[in-house]
């Protein structure tokens, strides 16, 4: 098996836990914060989507998908462009609402594409390709996949979790 089959396989699972921590909620139980510091399903969902969009984007010289193919738009968030969630306080968190659950999977269906195309083009050597400076060491397009994998799990996860504790809540 190549590095290639197992990050395609890991970005199908984090696809696959997006539609089932959102599918069957309503626009109520995609919007509740347990706690007013707590992140909701929808902000949860939309920011591990936006990362993966932003990150995988930027390593593999493509046009974010939450710009190209108006996502932005169809949210209607009062954000700026390119924001990803990063450092987000309780109250810009709050501000991350939608109307439906296919929203969500639907911009999320459409990062999953396009980053299914760009891991479908990955050799071994590209792994070791520096995608970010910016950091000692610098960030090779492998660590990169990775840490935007393992975020996105931990999020999907944390998703789940709120799901869980609404459900419970409602019983």
Do not use: C
């Given at each position: ?11 199908g ?5 997006v ?32 990362v ?5 984007a ?7 998908v ?98 869980g ?7």
């Open positions: 098996m190549h590095a290639k089959d197992i990050l395609i396989d890991g970005y699972r984090i696809r696959e836990e539609h089932a921590a959102v599918d069957g909620l309503d626009p109520e139980d995609l919007n509740a914060r347990p706690t007013p510091e707590t992140n909701s399903i929808a902000w949860l969902v939309w920011h591990l989507t936006r993966q969009d932003d990150h995988l930027d390593a593999f010289g493509l046009d974010q939450w710009l190209a193919q108006d996502w932005q738009k169809r949210f209607g968030l009062d954000l700026p462009p390119r924001d990803i969630g990063y450092g987000h306080s309780p109250d810009r968190v709050a501000e991350v609402r939608v109307d439906s659950a296919d929203l969500l999977t639907g911009y999320h269906d459409a990062v999953h594409a396009q980053s299914l195309q760009a891991l479908r083009g990955v050799g071994a050597a590209d792994l070791d390709r520096v995608v970010d400076r910016r950091w000692d060491p610098p960030v090779t397009l492998g660590v990169r996949l990775v840490s935007v994998l393992s975020d996105a799990l931990q999020h999907v996860g944390q998703a789940a979790y709120v799901r504790l609404l459900q419970s809540a409602a019983e």
